[in-house]
Every structure is written in C-alpha cells, then in structure tokens.
C-alpha cells in the first residue's frame, strides 16, 4: 500500500486539496492519501518533509495559490526553493501545483484553472509512483496542466 | 506541556512578540513560551532554529518589520529562506509573520496591522501544534492575516 | 561499466532527452543509459540525485525547456539551483541543458537548437566521464552549445 | 572565556573590523577576539564558519561595504544568503554588518556611516552572547545601526 | 605540499586557469597545482568540491566568464551560490574569479582584465594558505581585482 500525501493551504480560494484527493481516487488505487492543511505556501515545504519522513507518504502533491503582487511572487519562489530541498532531503517527488492569481482573467477562470491543473498534477503524481513508463511516453510532448498542451514541434 | 517560541527583533517599531504571547495565553493552555529577541529579520533564523534545538520549542513564531527600500525587501528574502530551511532541519513549523513598512499607508495602520497579523498569526501556530483539524476545515478558503480575508472563490 | 542518467520533462516540445540518447550511442561505448521523465523542469533535481543514488549514475544531463514568461524564467532559476545542490550532495556532474523558448526566433529555430544543445551537451557529458583531457584542452576556447561558439580572444 | 569572531575583508574602505574590536574592547571584558580577513563579501561565510569550528569562536561578525553597482548588490545577496547558512549549520549568530557605498552621499559620510555601524553591531554581537535580556528590553523599538533610530510607533 | 586547484571553463574566451596557475608558480613554493576544466560556470562548483574531496586541495580558485544577457548573469548568481555552499561544506576557501562580458568595453579590454583579475586572485588564495597576515594588514584598504583599487576612505 503506497501512501500520497496532499498539503495545501488556508490561504487559497479553491479547495485544491479537496480536488487532488478526488482525481486519485478516479485514476487507481493501491494507495491511501494523507492531509496536511498549512496557513500559506511558505509552510508547505515542511508539510511535506513531515508527510514523507512523519507520516510515510511515497509522493506529496503541494498545492498553493499565490497572489498577484511582487511579495506574493517572492513567497512563491522561496516556497519553490524548499519544495526542492524537500526533494533532495528525502529523495521522494513532491509535486507543485502552484496557481498565481494573476494567471486568470477573473475568478471564475481562477477557479476552474485551480480545480484542472490540481486534477491533471494528480495524476503526475498517481503516474510517478505507479506508471512512470507514462510519463517517458510523453517525453517532449509540450504537456501543460491548467491550461491547453503546447504540444510538440518536433 | 508544549513550548512555544517567539522570535522578534529591536528593528520592528512595534513589539510583535509581545501581541503573539499575549494572543498565545488567550487562545489555550498546556504550553509554555519562550521568547528571543534579535536585532534584525536576517537574524530570526539562528534563534529560530536555537529555540526548537537547544530550548525545546515545538513550534516558533519568527515575527519581523521589513522596511520599504529594494534593500530591506533582499533582507526580507533571505530571512524567509533561511526560516525554511530551519524547518527542514528540524521538522518543526516556523510560523514567519513579516509586516512590510510599505504595506501600510501610514504609521497607525502600520502599527494595526502588525498587531492583528501577529495575533492572527500566533492562533495559526497554536493551531498547527493543538488542533490541525481546524486549518484543514478552513483548507482552500481565502484566508489572509492581517488585512481582511480573500474568501473562497470555489 | 559507467552508467549515464538522462532526465527529461513532457513539458519540452522536444524529445530531448532522445536526442540526448542517441548521441551518447555515437559518441562511444563502456556505458549504458539510464532514462527517467518527469512533468517539468522542477522536477528534474530529484529526478538527477536517484539517477545517481538509486539507479548508480556517474553523471547525469537534465534536460528541459522552460517557456518565455517571467514565472518560466523563475522556475528554471529553481531547477537550476536545485540541480546545483544535487551535484554537491552526491559529487557527481549534472550537466544541465535548458533551452529557453524565447531564445529561438520560432518553432523551428527552436527545435534545431533544442537539438543541437542537446546532443552537444550529451558530449561535455562523455567527456566529464571518460576524457576530461579534451575539455582541459579546450579551457577558454569561448565553446557553446547550440548557437555557434563564440572563439578564444586571446 | 568567550572567543568573539571578527571577519571582515579588503576590498572594503574603511577598517570595519579594526571598529568592531574597538568597540567590543570599551563595552566589556571576559572575551578574546579572533581576527580573520578575506578579499570580499563573498569570502565571509566559510571565514565565519571556520571562526566558529576551527578557532572557537561563540560569535562572528561579518563585515562588508558592497559595491553601488547590481553586481554588487547580487554579491551581497549571496554573501548573506551564505551567513545564514553558517549560522544554521553552528547554531551560533553571525552579525552582518554590511555598509553599501550607494547609502552614503559622499565618502565622508559612507566611513562615518561604516564606523558607526561597526560599532553599534559590534553590541549587538556582545550582546546577543553576554546579556540577552538587553535585545529583549528593545524588542519593537524600531531600533537602526548606523543612520539614527526609527523608534516606536507603538 | 600544500594543493591548490585550479578550476576553468571551456565557455571562457580566454585561458584564465592558465594565468592562475602561471602567477602560482611565480609567487611561491611549496605547492602543486590540480587542473579540472569544465564547460561552464555552473558546473565549476561540483568540480571545486572535488577537487578538495578527491583530491585533497587546500584552497581552489574557480574562474569563469559569464556572458552579458540576463540568462547570463542568473546563470553566474547560481554558481556563485553553489560556489559558497561548497565552502561550507568542507571548511575551505574557493575563490571565485568571474569576469562578466560587458566589464569590458571590447574584447581587447576583456582579455586583459580576465589575464589581470586572474592574476591577483591567483595571489589571494596563495596568501589565504600561505600568508594571511598579508590580507589582515590589507583590510579596509579598498583593494579591487582587475580595475584600479577603489583605495581607503578612512
């Protein structure tokens, strides 16, 4: 029984979370989900150590929802940056699904491209630790989460 | 008993160290503080990371004052950088409540502000050491510290 | 027997990571290739250190294609760091090979030189492992990979 | 007996460090200084450490006058990104006290201004090992080294 | 026998690890030198710490010539990064020697300033393991490598 941890924030405006655990649930099984809820972006990279190391997660999907303003931008990047050490700390994937609010013309558009991209990561995630031959398949494919693929030009 | 840490520094012009103890007492009980005061934000880190090693605290929180120029803002950076790499050294959450000078339009709000968020923020670490169900209830719904909340868009 | 990591993303619109393959099978022999996709470039840092730790690399070229906005340039900042501390953790080379979107003037510029860059990476990578005297030769030749290199002014 | 660590560089103008040990001598006994000069910022950190690991020290500060070019300003970002760091891996406070030239108007003023913080941090670092309890009593008071205090808007 | 490592690049149009170890040999005895040549800056700190880790160098001097885009100067902050983590890593000074493109207002100033800067950083990390009583007496003395010294203000 693998175990995929899911840590995201009180600061978002959409249950991101709540939309990772949906679409694992519809892609296989085999697994079991841990929740870890953290007031912003920049207390996610210890969330994730803590479900790797604490609580015995294979693979943690983080899910934020950044601001539009230049600190909101520098918080992102500083969270990134941990998101990696995480990684590289517990030689584990943690997957970033991060929505900048300024990446949609409004909020409806905020909304769904926060539900699609946490739903298609999802399956990055369930595809890293149970069918990674997947994702070798679309090596250089233009993939895109949220919105549309860019698509290959070879 | 659980032990809470509070960092602060002499540079912010208002004891946020002292609203986050004082927001601490009012929220619960069956903890302790210890508090640790710096000169400035780029030194949060090291007392930080000594409180959780070297004077047992589950959870700090590291308040600070940037000021406004470009210079202050690279401090800002590097202060928050290095609080997460002390929680990946350690497991343990720092909470960083950062109040930018520029954030407000005049020194009243700035004083306001810095109080409420450090209260704000002092329930968040309460929370995350107390009671975490309480944060994942509240996942994905907009939740702000300080100024008013954002609120869910979903 | 040396074994050579190639680590690429779905992200690219170029199979990179092929290329990258099929010029390491022309260049030489005594090693064999170790191949591992990933969804982006902030993925690729974990992907490099279990290539090493996990699968016995002796060097690894991460491969990627971040795209031409401002948060693009920040994630490849991320990776690229991140890829930085892989090498320090497991003292290995990682030879990182990027090609930024808005560095080509279209799509077809863009694949040639994702290409090139890769396939000329995949030498330097070689040569790191199995003749490091021919890149003490070349010392402040002003080489390049991709575009044309730009000559010693000695 | 205390070992107090001072690093400092050539590159700066004014001798910053010749300052600091001044001060620390007018402000208190029980301690030995410990000298260490490096070219530049970017040297500082592995000076700091080696201080604290090799020579004993309790505490270090590091002082620097960083160039008015951005160049200079990335240096001086790295350089403190690299003291929080050593901080981080000893559990013992390096004092940055970094002067940049483009702070001053005239080079009058920029050693009057390099002096002055030398010697009010070089306190701060006395302090910090000798008597917490004073940082503590100035916590939020809006307190500044070198140009003059920005005060409580408490 | 001390070691000193010479760390260069093959992406430098000139040979600065050649005139490194040139002003080696003409400032002292009692060392040999260790050549390890890489493609680019960011591959310079991986090659430092081994040449102190596997074979056993004292001090390194890394050199590089970043090129004059924006992809460039990240490209030179990221290895400058690296370049201080190495440090703390294993105690020992590397000296970094980059000398940006657009210093230089044509490729005859370049070269000359990559030959001189070279030089004179050459003679730094002699003296940080031979003679650093030289660098004490020359703290606060605004000594510059390559350009004139900016000189004291005290």
Same mark, same amino acid.
């Given at each position: ?40 972006? =920049? *207390?996610?990279?210890?969330? +994730? ?10 693979? $943690?999907? @983080? ?41 949609? =013309? *409004?909020?409806?558009?905020? +909304? ?10 999802? $399956?990055? @995630? ?29």
């Amino acid at each position: 029984m693998k175990h995929i941890g899911v840590a995201d924030t009180t600061f978002a405006r959409v249950d991101m979370g709540g939309f990772a655990v949906d679409e694992l649930r519809k892609t296989g099984t085999g697994f079991k989900t841990e929740r870890y809820t953290v007031p912003g972006v =920049k *207390d996610l990279p210890v969330a +994730a150590k803590k479900l790797i190391e604490e609580r015995g997660c294979d693979v $943690v999907i @983080a899910l934020g929802m950044p601001g539009s303003k230049q600190i909101d931008k520098t918080c992102a990047h500083e969270a990134s940056t941990g998101l990696i050490q995480v990684q590289l700390q517990t030689n584990a994937h943690v997957i970033e699904v991060f929505v900048h609010e300024d990446e949609a =013309k *409004d909020d409806k558009e905020l +909304a769904w491209l926060a539900e699609r991209r946490a739903r298609e990561h999802a $399956v990055n @995630a369930y595809d890293l630790v149970f069918r990674p031959e997947r994702l070798e398949a679309n090596a250089g494919k233009g993939l895109r989460q949220g919105f549309d693929d860019a698509g290959s030009i070879q």
